[in-house]
T-cell receptor, first 111, second 114 residues
Framework: QKEVEQNSGPLSVPEGAIASLNCTYS??????FFWYRQYSGKSPELIMS????GDKEDGRFTAQLNKASQYVSLLIRDSQPSDSATYLC???????????FGQGTTLQVKP | ETGVTQTPRHLVMGMTNKKSLKCEQH?????MYWYKQSAKKPLELMFV???????ENNSVPSRFSPECPNSSHLFLHLHTLQPEDSALYLC?????????????FGPGTRLTVL
């Protein structure tokens, strides 16, 4: 079992729709969870971090965390073509700075 | 992106060459990281430095040699690389090496080994 799993996609949504990106992780003791956006040919850019169960909203982005189910998701409302990118889920192990990344989900937002 | 800078942005080298990658962070952070990103693979952590001390070597071959002279600078010295080492090499930094810290990435060095 991979430590951090994401569906590689591509996930295709029409412009203006809600895009839902999902991630599961294996280390039940993980405490910190991050979403990065990576445009083709560019480096990852941190867009959300979440540490507690529930929802965290930032503009059009909402991160959702359920530690009991070992599941973290990212919702993008009113998706725009500029949101087309690969979204990386990253999880910190217990008491370590080591980030474990998923392979990423490619999102395509079609005009 | 300007918080963490990397040079060069692109590098082509032969298997017998020696080259170095440089990373500098302007965020006042104390932890720095080297990652490797190959096509179709997740980001792979290579090395971690926390307050200039190496705290993680993720079973990286000795042809990759890191150096961290201070908390703002990180180098990756390369020698006798293999074609399969061609990848995007990313530097990142965080406040320190503890569990809750967000990591910020530089633009990366695209390395091609011929």
């Amino acid at each position: 079992q991979k430590e951090v799993e994401q569906n590689s996609g591509p996930l295709s949504v029409p412009e203006g729709a809600i895009a839902s990106l999902n991630c599961t992780y294996s280390d039940r003791g993980s405490q910190s969870f991050f979403w990065y956006r990576q445009y083709s040919g560019k480096s990852p850019e941190l867009i959300m971090s979440i540490y507690s169960n529930g929802d965290k909203e930032d503009g059009r982005f909402t991160a959702q965390l359920n530690k009991a189910s070992q599941y973290v998701s990212l919702l993008i409302r009113d998706s725009q073509p500029s949101d087309s990118a690969t979204y990386l889920c990253a999880v910190n192990g217990v008491n370590t700075g080591k980030l474990i990344f998923g392979q990423g989900t490619t999102l395509q937002v079609k005009p | 992106e300007t918080g963490v800078t990397q040079t060069p942005r692109h590098l082509v080298m032969g298997m017998t060459n020696k080259k170095s990658l440089k990373c500098e962070q302007h965020l006042g952070h104390n932890a720095m990281y080297w990652y490797k990103q190959s096509a179709k693979k997740p980001l792979e952590l290579m090395f971690v430095y926390n307050f200039k001390e190496q705290t993680e070597n993720n079973s990286v071959p000795s042809r990759f040699s890191p150096e961290c002279p201070n908390s703002s600078h990180l180098f990756l010295h390369l020698h006798t690389l293999q074609p399969e080492d061609s990848a995007l090499y990313l530097c990142a930094s965080s406040q320190d090496g503890q569990r809750d810290n967000e990591q910020f990435f530089g633009p990366g060095t695209r390395l091609t080994v011929l």
